[in-house]
């Protein structure tokens, strides 16, 4: 990270950034750095996210591709373990947040496969709560499908 001009504290880890880098690639960090009455800050202090989603994140804002660990990672779910909660799931919503429409994509796709019987509600309303409008109608029609004929 030669010539960062940004640091973020993510649950006390530290990633040092590119206020560049970051505002090319994403509207929220554009509005965060370059909004006008901002003030200048080399450090950020991250609330809302993970050491690990941040990590994930950053990944793809400086390579386009996914972490090995999300790719490998299965993002299925069972009743006691919501998608919301794997690490597919986390980056869905911090790509949602920062609106990073391109990893949206990516996330969904990887959920896709993920759909079951058993988690297309958990993942259909985690589409629905990331305004993942792909992954939501893949859920509508699997569930279409496959859930007809399921006695209450």
């Known amino acids: 990270m030669e010539g960062s001009d940004v640091t973020f504290d993510v649950a006390g880890e530290k990633f040092p950034a590119h206020k560049l880098v970051l505002a090319a690639r994403s509207p929220e960090f554009r509005s965060k750095f370059f909004g006008g009455l901002v003030e200048e800050k080399n450090e950020i202090i991250v609330t809302?996210?993970?050491?690990?989603v941040f990590k994930a994140m950053l990944h793809f804002i400086y390579r386009d591709t996914?972490?090995?660990e999300v790719e490998m990672g299965s993002s299925t779910t069972t009743n006691d373990f919501p998608v919301?909660?794997?690490?597919?799931?986390?980056?869905?919503a911090a790509a949602d947040k920062?609106?990073?429409g391109r990893l949206r994509l990516m996330c969904e796709s990887r959920l896709c496969k993920d759909i079951s019987v058993n988690s297309v509600a958990n993942i259909l309303t985690l589409a629905d709560d990331c305004h993942a409008a792909e992954l939501k109608a893949v859920c509508l029609k699997f569930a279409a499908q496959n859930l007809a004929g399921i006695p209450n």
């Open 98 to 100: 920062y609106g990073l």
């Open 84 to 92: 919301s909660e794997t690490l597919t799931g986390k980056l869905l």
């Open 66 to 68: 996914l972490t090995e």
């Open 48 to 52: 809302d996210l993970e050491p690990k």
